[in-house]
């Protein structure tokens, strides 16, 4: 997938359907405003396993909300609406920024995200298609 208004051309995402909304990793947050409105910039490690390569990115904030995570913790989160590109289809969504540096992805993709949009298959990986090329693909499962 990607997010074009951030500048991120290929991230791979968690489909997460008990999450509501979908969540990003970012660092460096600063808040300022620009004709009164409030804006965000943040640092993003698009690449799992790699901190030296940062794509930096700006957007208005949306809105900010409590968030409690799948440990029982809760955190206020920024929320910036922007667009989300998966397949050959676009849309705008609801992300929560955090930092996710210790997490396997860089963005979960929740609920809300996913709505009237897509059917869930938990037990598949890269039905859409464009499998980053430095991962090998897994033997399809044979029903007997």
Wanted: include cysteine.
């Amino acid at each position: 997938m990607s997010l074009p208004r951030l500048g991120i051309s290929h991230l791979k995402a968690k489909i997460d359907t008990g999450a509501r909304t979908s969540c990003l990793h970012a660092f460096k947050l600063q808040q300022y405003h620009i004709d009164g409105q409030l804006m965000v910039c943040f640092g993003i490690h698009p690449l799992q396993g790699n901190l030296e390569e940062e794509v930096y990115s700006e957007a208005p904030v949306y809105d900010q909300r409590p968030v409690t995570d799948s440990g029982g913790h809760t955190e206020d989160r920024l929320v910036i609406m922007t667009d989300i590109h998966i397949g050959d289809q676009q849309w705008p969504i609801e992300m929560t920024l955090t930092n996710r540096d210790t997490m396997k992805f860089r963005m979960l993709l929740g609920r809300s995200g996913l709505q009237d949009r897509f059917l869930v298959a938990p037990d598949g990986s890269y039905l859409i298609g464009n499998r980053p090329p430095s991962h090998q693909q897994k033997p399809k499962k044979v029903q007997k």
